[in-house]
């Protein structure tokens, strides 16, 4: 069965740091470009994070750029996204998803890619950053 599981959200204060963990099973995570989704109450999904196939290029939204960092295991099978600095405006469903190809040209739709290209989600995990 092909899953992904995000873990190691919750409730932290303002400032703080939290990890989130997306695991992959029933396929190879390093055959499949890698983003971190987030979606708040009342607002669309957004992408925050990407991380490539291969050479492992990533990428950030301007929103958390420099205070999150995208990483990846592929002996584990498993992604990761370090959250620093957390801000009451990062409290959201956070989602991770795969893509074993871009169909969209990154220069026409963004980095992140188009959300119907992705393959696989995860069912999320909740972020609440408490002010």
């Known amino acids: 069965e092909v899953r992904l599981v995000e873990s190691g959200g919750g409730l932290v204060q303002v400032g703080q740091s939290m990890r989130l963990t997306c695991t992959a099973s029933g396929f190879p995570l390093d055959d499949y470009a890698l983003g971190w989704f987030r979606q708040a109450p009342g607002k669309e999904r957004e992408g925050v994070a990407s991380?490539?196939?291969?050479?492992?290029?990533?990428y950030y939204s301007d929103s958390v750029k420099g205070r999150f960092t995208i990483s990846r295991d592929n002996d584990k099978n498993t992604a990761y996204l370090q959250m620093n600095s957390l801000k009451p405006e990062d409290t959201a469903a956070y989602f991770c998803?795969?893509?074993?190809?871009?169909?969209?040209?990154?220069?026409?739709?963004?980095?992140?890619?188009?959300?119907?290209?992705?393959?696989?989600w995860g069912q999320g995990t909740q972020v609440t950053v408490s002010s």
């Open positions: 998803a795969v893509r074993e190809r871009v169909i969209t040209p990154a220069h026409i739709v963004g980095s992140m890619g188009l959300e119907r290209e992705y393959d696989y």
């Open positions: 991380i490539t196939i291969g050479d492992g290029t990533t």
